[in-house]
């Protein structure tokens, strides 16, 4: 893990980016980094959804991107309607969504359930991103 959140511009309005080791412990510290930045922006009303939305997509990382590198990079991207969240990692396999009689393997379910909208982008080089946009009650995103 970086010793210091990187904040960039975003084209919105805030971004807080950190690279984390593959691990298991990362996916308490990467929810905490969240709470702290979601209280900075003063969006505590959407804090639920989005750090459970959070914590799906950072084990989801921990658990199958176990590939060269060690590492994975969460980013959160704040505007006046709410955050969106994105975990990359270097593996190239893409979630897919279990069947319900499987057990585990709800996340996916979860996070079509929380968020307005999510995704997956293949990144340049290698690997992907797992996105989710969570805004707040009335707001939209832009």
């Keep these: 893990m970086s010793s210091a959140a990187a904040l960039s511009s975003c084209g919105i309005e805030t971004r807080r980016v950190r690279r984390w080791a593959i691990r298991p412990r990362s996916v308490g510290l990467a929810r905490d980094e969240l709470r702290v930045a979601l209280v900075e922006w ?18 989801n990382a921990v658990r199958h991107a176990r590939v060269p590198g060690g590492h994975f990079d969460t980013s959160f991207c704040r505007s006046t309607g709410g955050v969106r969240l994105a ?27 929380l968020s307005d909208r999510w995704g997956v982008r293949t990144r340049r080089g290698v690997g992907k991103s797992v996105w989710a946009v969570v805004t707040v009650p009335g707001g939209r995103w832009l």
């Design 42 to 59: 003063e969006l505590t009303g959407i804090e639920d959804s989005a750090v459970l939305i959070l914590s799906e997509l950072v084990t």
């Design 87 to 113: 975990v990359d990692d270097a593996d190239e396999r893409h979630p897919e969504a279990r069947p319900q009689s499987e057990a585990g393997g709800r996340g996916l379910a979860l996070i079509e359930a």
